[in-house]
């Protein structure tokens, strides 16, 4: 038989385990609420973070326009 018409027959498995639907919301919310927690910073952190993040993006642009000229360079002049 397949699952779908067993639970349709209302015939579970003997391991068949019955879920306390509060204690399970209980939980979500106790687990969101180490979550929030966990996601709020205050002011300093987020501006330093803010500033790691932009000195990244800056260093990357820098790779770029080194990588874009030695291409230049190489399927240039260099490469004939």
């Not at 027959?9 to 879920?19: D, G, K, L, Y």
């Not at 306390?20 to 996601?39: I, T």
């Not at 330093?48 to 000229?69: F, G, P, T, Y």
Request: charged share 40%; with cysteine.
């Amino acid at each position: 038989m397949s699952n779908k018409k067993d639970f349709k027959n209302n015939c579970f498995s003997p391991n068949w385990i019955e879920v306390d639907l509060e204690e399970c919301k209980h939980e979500q919310v106790a687990k969101e609420d180490r979550l929030e927690s966990k996601r709020r910073k205050d002011l300093n952190t987020l501006l330093r973070e803010l500033d790691e993040i932009k000195q990244n993006i800056e260093k990357v642009a820098e790779k770029q326009h080194r990588l874009a000229s030695l291409s230049a360079f190489y399927s240039g002049e260099f490469a004939q």
